[in-house]
Every structure is written in structure tokens, then in C-alpha cells.
């Protein structure tokens, strides 16, 4: 069986009190330690189906199942945990907490599993190092550039080993160097954690970078 099946998915929202269907009947299988592009336009559903992928969002019918797990099924809180402890998320803006230095952002998923202090910064210390911030360590977002806060966003998606990392427009913000750089970057930390890894992209270089690329249109995957 594949690492990411999805099988019948649909998924509405009431917008302006009409509903508006995002996807419809889409099945996916995804092998693990598969790097997949999910490529599209503007609107047609990308960052909906990673929500669903990693239990931020419920839906409305079919099937979600990540490893031995069945998301689809689970209530809230189930779905929260599952997320923090197997899933790595990275988007298009890196969201980090500005008050907080480099470090203290990458520690963030382990602190939220009450992993100590003392324990949970050798961890993303070692992870900023491997991403070439070793000397911003303790900067804030403000002090770094586009591409660093990134990296410190990779770093955090994967301080929990977890086994699949999402992407949305991860390199959507970043000039084409800096967007290359974090290609390269991502393409490595694929092999090194041995990740199963699904990106939604408008970027052809990225989507060319990766194992198999997909289109989402009219709700389904093709």
C-alpha cells in the first residue's frame, strides 16, 4: 500500500452563501519516499488538499490515510497530535513568531510536546547548522533575509523527524536565486531524512526537481 492514499476525497466551502467545491472525488497514492509536485492555478484547491493531508482541515467524504493512519477519521485533537509528531509543514511565508529568535522558532514543535528547553535546543541548533545558520542562531525574523527565515522554516517542519513534509509555495516569496538555493536545499533534506515529501508549486524548476509532477484541476488530481 502506498504511504499517502487518498481515495473519494470531496471538500466544499459555504462562501458568500454559496458552495463552492474545492475537490472533488480526487484519489491520490503516494509511495514513500516520493518527492511529488502538485502543480495548478491560482484558486483551484492546492493548499486545500495539503490542509487535508495534514489534519488541518476536515472533509467531507472519502478516505485520508498516512502511513498506518487514518486521518479522515480522527476528531480534533487526534488530528492535532497526529500532525505534530508526523507531519512537517513549510509555506509560502515562513510564519514565524517575530518575538523569538532562530532557534527558539525552529524549537517550537518539540516545546508544544513539552520537550524541555534544555533537550529541545541541541536538536534545532544541530538542524540550523545543517541549513547554513549556524551564525543566526539567535537572530530574530527581522534581522535575516527572505531565503534565511525560510530555512529557519524548514528547519522547524523538521525538528520532530517527521515522515511527511508538506510545502505550499515554499519558494513563492523568494527571488529565483534564493528560491534555487531552497530547491537544492529541500531536495537534500528529502534524502538525508528520508522523507515522503508533497509540494504544491507554481514553479516549473521546483516541480521539474521532483519525482513526478501532477495537476489539480476541476477538483481532481490528473
Same mark, same amino acid.
Given at each position: 500500500?502506498?504511504?499517502? @492514499?487518498?481515495?473519494?476525497?470531496?471538500?466544499?466551502?459555504?462562501?458568500?452563501?454559496?458552495?463552492?467545491?474545492? !475537490?472533488?472525488?480526487?484519489?491520490?497514492?503516494?509511495?514513500?519516499? &516520493?518527492?511529488?509536485?502538485?502543480?495548478?492555478?491560482?484558486?483551484?484547491?492546492?493548499?486545500? =488538499? =495539503?490542509?487535508?493531508?495534514?489534519?488541518?482541515?476536515?472533509?467531507?467524504?472519502?478516505? *485520508?490515510?498516512?502511513?498506518?493512519?487514518?486521518? +479522515?477519521?480522527?476528531?480534533?485533537?487526534? /488530528? *492535532? @497530535?497526529? /500532525?505534530?509528531?508526523?507531519?512537517?509543514?513549510?509555506?509560502?511565508?515562513?510564519?514565524?513568531?517575530?518575538?523569538?529568535?532562530?532557534? &527558539?522558532?525552529?524549537?517550537?514543535?518539540?516545546?508544544? +510536546? %513539552?520537550?524541555?528547553?534544555?533537550?529541545?535546543?541541541?536538536? #534545532?541548533? #544541530?538542524?540550523?547548522?545543517?541549513?547554513?545558520?549556524?551564525?543566526?542562531?539567535?537572530? %530574530?525574523?527581522?534581522?535575516? +533575509?527572505?531565503?534565511?527565515?525560510?530555512?529557519?522554516?524548514?528547519?522547524?517542519?523538521? *525538528?520532530?523527524?517527521?515522515? !511527511?513534509?508538506?510545502?505550499? &509555495?515554499?519558494?513563492?516569496?523568494?527571488?529565483? #536565486?534564493?528560491?534555487?538555493?531552497?530547491?537544492?536545499?529541500?531536495?537534500?533534506?528529502?534524502?538525508?531524512?528520508?522523507? @515522503? #515529501?508533497?509540494?504544491?508549486?507554481?514553479?516549473? %524548476?521546483?516541480?521539474?526537481?521532483?519525482?513526478?509532477?501532477?495537476?489539480?484541476?476541476?477538483?481532481?488530481?490528473?
Amino acid at each position: 500500500m502506498a504511504f499517502v @492514499t487518498v481515495a473519494g476525497l470531496n471538500k466544499h466551502y459555504n462562501a458568500t452563501g454559496k458552495r463552492l467545491h474545492v !475537490l472533488r472525488d480526487l484519489d491520490l497514492a503516494v509511495e514513500k519516499g &516520493e518527492m511529488v509536485a502538485i502543480m495548478g492555478a491560482s484558486g483551484v484547491g492546492k493548499s486545500t =488538499l =495539503l490542509h487535508v493531508l495534514g489534519g488541518l482541515d476536515a472533509i467531507d467524504a472519502g478516505q *485520508v490515510r498516512v502511513g498506518d493512519h487514518e486521518i +479522515s477519521s480522527m476528531d480534533d485533537q487526534a /488530528r *492535532v @497530535t497526529f /500532525r505534530n509528531r508526523h507531519i512537517g509543514f513549510v509555506f509560502q511565508f515562513h510564519h514565524l513568531l517575530p518575538e523569538f529568535t532562530a532557534v &527558539e522558532n525552529a524549537m517550537m514543535p518539540l516545546r508544544i +510536546s %513539552r520537550v524541555s528547553a534544555e533537550q529541545a535546543r541541541p536538536t #534545532a541548533e #544541530a538542524l540550523l547548522q545543517r541549513v547554513g545558520l549556524g551564525d543566526r542562531l539567535d537572530h %530574530r525574523p527581522g534581522m535575516m +533575509s527572505g531565503g534565511e527565515q525560510q530555512r529557519v522554516a524548514v528547519s522547524r517542519a523538521l *525538528v520532530m523527524q517527521p515522515s !511527511l513534509l508538506l510545502a505550499d &509555495e515554499p519558494t513563492g516569496d523568494l527571488d529565483e #536565486a534564493t528560491a534555487d538555493s531552497l530547491h537544492q536545499l529541500l531536495r537534500a533534506m528529502h534524502a538525508e531524512f528520508g522523507l @515522503t #515529501a508533497i509540494i504544491a508549486t507554481h514553479n516549473p %524548476r521546483l516541480a521539474a526537481q521532483c519525482d513526478r509532477t501532477l495537476r489539480l484541476e476541476g477538483g481532481k488530481l490528473l
